[in-house]
């Protein structure tokens, strides 16, 4: 699935590929002298059952937030009624998008409610993240996110947090940066600064030699023993990386 994008305008249009004898592919974009024209490549790839989408971010040239969701890429569409765990419309995505700016990396998730409530009780509560890694420096008990929660002083809040797992597979959140986040239209968005993530020496430089991110978003319950303040999570779903 080969697919090639053009925009002049800040809107992303399809352009058509064509297959060539040789195995590669053609596109003809309608470009005319002194227009700034940009152009993105994205194609997807399946294994042992799982999807993953490779594409150039969109590139946004200033830092309006939300950006428009047409200047953004959709990265996938995402099946209806596949959560692990948590059931129910708020925790199951339909589907995820990608921007970046010089100093920003925005995402969007939409998913079936159309709507991100916070608080399902005193003690329940809803997360919604974005992950972010830098492939070159991944490791496996440790990533970073993008966090849009209920504020719950002294434990967590909205921000962009550095994510540790330690043998018990018990989550540690260490904030790093703040994020932006709005929901409009039936869809999440959320940006944070490239400058709060780089700072972190954990998370390798910037960019780095093959100019990639690897990114999912997610949904969670999130509750709360109020004797000990433990928070426990239970996945409910999860965008195409």
């Known amino acids: 699935d080969q697919q090639l994008f053009y925009s002049s305008n800040g809107v992303w249009q399809a352009a058509t590929i064509n297959a060539l004898d040789s195995g590669g592919f053609e596109a003809l974009l309608p ?12 194609t997807s790839v399946e294994a042992m059952g799982q999807a993953a989408s490779y594409l150039h971010a969109p590139w946004l040239e200033n830092d309006t937030f939300p950006p428009p969701s047409s200047a953004m890429a959709l990265i996938a569409e995402d099946p209806i009624g596949d959560p692990w765990q948590t059931v129910g419309p ?17 995402r969007a998730v939409s998913n079936v409610s159309g709507t ?11 997360l919604y ?23 719950i002083p002294g434990l967590i809040s909205p921000g962009l947090y550095k994510i540790g797992v330690d043998l018990e597979l018990t989550p540690s959140f260490e904030r790093i940066g703040d994020v932006q986040s709005t929901v409009s239209g039936g869809k999440l968005y959320l940006s944070c600064n490239f400058a709060d993530l780089t700072s972190d020496p954990a998370f390798g430089p910037w960019p780095n030699s093959t100019n ?27 965008s195409t990386p």
Do not use: C, H
């Open 90 to 106: 708020n925790f199951d995505l339909t589907a995820s998008y990608v921007a970046s700016s010089q100093n920003k990396f925005y």
């Open 129 to 151: 993240g974005s992950m972010i890694m830098n492939p070159e420096t991944v490791l496996d008990s440790m990533a970073y996110a993008m966090l849009y929660t209920f504020n």
């Open 116 to 126: 991100f409530p916070l608080m399902q009780s005193f003690t329940t509560y809803n």
């Open 31 to 42: 470009y005319s002298f002194g227009d700034k024209l940009y152009y993105r490549f994205q």
């Open 212 to 238: 990639t991110l690897l990114t999912t978003d997610l949904t969670a319950q999130l509750s709360i023993d109020l004797q000990t303040q433990t928070p426990e999570f239970a996945i409910g779903d999860y």
